[in-house]
Nanobody
Framework: QVQLVESGGGLVQAGGSLRLSCAASGTIDSIYVMDWYRQAPGKQRDLVAI???????TYADSVKGRFTISRDNGKNTVYLQMNSLKSEDTAVYYC??????????????WGQGTQVTVSS
């Protein structure tokens, strides 16, 4: 199957920046979409940003103009550059991907999550 491994979370002051990375590994033929979700304590998991294989992107209104999602198709890796961080960005950030395995089967995989804490 497909494993997603996130990195780059941590503690940062308000106004600071962090860059999250998520690398997909396994018997992957192609990845259709990669995205980032986040979940704050006591809240539902919400979509932050999505990027399709062709490069088109969509962002949650709350992060537009501050976050940038990008991907390296050759490395099966997605990034989330987070600037001008606010305390309300504090959450566990999850990487997610959908695509096709080498055997033709569809996959839908999640990472284990990485904590982002923004101090005010």
């Amino acid at each position: 199957q497909v494993q997603l491994v996130e990195s780059g979370g941590g503690l940062v002051q308000a106004g600071g920046s962090l860059r999250l990375s998520c690398a997909a590994s396994g018997t992957i033929d192609s990845i259709y979409v990669m995205d980032w979700y986040r979940q704050a304590p006591g809240k539902q998991r919400d979509l932050v940003a999505i990027i399709h294989s062709g490069g088109s992107t969509t962002y949650a209104d709350s992060v537009k103009g501050r976050f940038t999602i990008s991907r390296d198709n050759g490395k099966n890796t997605v990034y989330l550059q987070m600037n001008s961080l606010k305390s309300e960005d504090t959450a566990v950030y999850y990487c997610h991907a959908q695509g096709r395995l080498a055997d033709g089967k569809f996959f839908n995989s999640w990472g284990q999550g990485t904590q982002v804490t923004v101090s005010s």
